[in-house]
């Protein structure tokens, strides 16, 4: 089991570019996140989704989008980078119900924007 | 909105000692989850401890208990007989009991724990 898979690791974009951040998990579970991390601080929600096709916004959703064609991916798009966007982002996810309520994160993509 | 305040920056603790993580939050709802997350270097978020606002009951994980006080909104960490591999950044999460749409982890800030051997 893979757990939740992003790529890449590391990625330094110029100002203005766009790049995808891919997530890919192989649990099958119905919730996933996508997270960024600024340095000092704890997480703040971007977007997440409940299943395949439903998507919705969470606290700094500007200038990123996202889709879920399938269960098991959740690519988060960059559109006209900004040096704002600079931080590490995490992927996770989780089962809707039952026990296992606790999320699985991905190992986090750090960005760079100069 | 729920907020979640971990005053101390950062602690250091001699290895084996025992060493408390303050974690407050503040909620108008009843039911909810805490969680205490771990951020070694490598940056992978592991889950230390769980625990549902509706069991009394503290959580404990081998070296790891919580102090959870509704009434006061607290939820600390303690970690007894410290070891090397215990140093991280170490996270306090709120999650809402219901599932849905407004379904989130709300993160602390986090707490640098250093470990003096």
């Known amino acids: 089991n893979a757990g939740v898979t992003q790529t890449p690791k590391f990625r330094i974009l110029k100002i203005g570019q766009s790049m995808t951040l891919q997530c890919t998990q192989d649990m099958n579970h119905n919730y996933m996140y996508w997270y960024r991390q600024d340095p000092g601080m704890g997480l703040k929600l971007i977007y997440y989704?409940?299943?395949?096709?439903?998507?919705d916004k969470g606290e700094v959703p500007n200038g990123y989008n996202v889709s879920r064609s399938t269960t098991e991916d959740f690519p988060l798009r960059l559109e006209l980078a900004a040096p704002s966007q600079t931080s590490v982002y995490f992927c996770?996810?989780?089962?809707?119900?039952?026990?296992?309520?606790?999320?699985?994160f991905g190992s986090g993509t750090r960005l760079t924007v100069v | 909105a729920q907020t979640v305040t971990q005053s101390q920056p950062e602690m250091s603790v001699q290895e084996a000692e025992t060493v408390t993580l303050s974690c407050t939050y503040d909620?108008?709802?009843?039911?909810?989850?805490l969680f205490w997350y771990k951020q070694p270097p490598s940056r992978q978020m592991i889950l230390v401890i769980r625990q549902e606002a509706y069991k009394q009951q503290n959580a404990t994980e081998n070296r790891f208990s919580v102090n959870f006080q509704k009434a006061a909104k607290s939820f600390s960490l303690k970690i007894s007989d410290s070891q090397l591999g215990d140093a991280a950044m170490y996270f306090c999460?709120?999650?809402?009991?219901?599932?849905?749409?407004?379904?989130?982890?709300?993160f602390g800030t986090g707490t640098r724990l250093t470990i003096i051997p």
């Open positions: 999460a709120y999650r809402s009991y219901s599932i849905g749409r407004n379904e989130k982890l709300t």
């Open positions: 909620t108008s709802e009843s039911d909810y989850y």
């Open positions: 996770a996810s989780r089962l809707r119900t039952g026990a296992n309520y606790g999320y699985t």
């Open positions: 989704s409940v299943g395949a096709g439903i998507t």
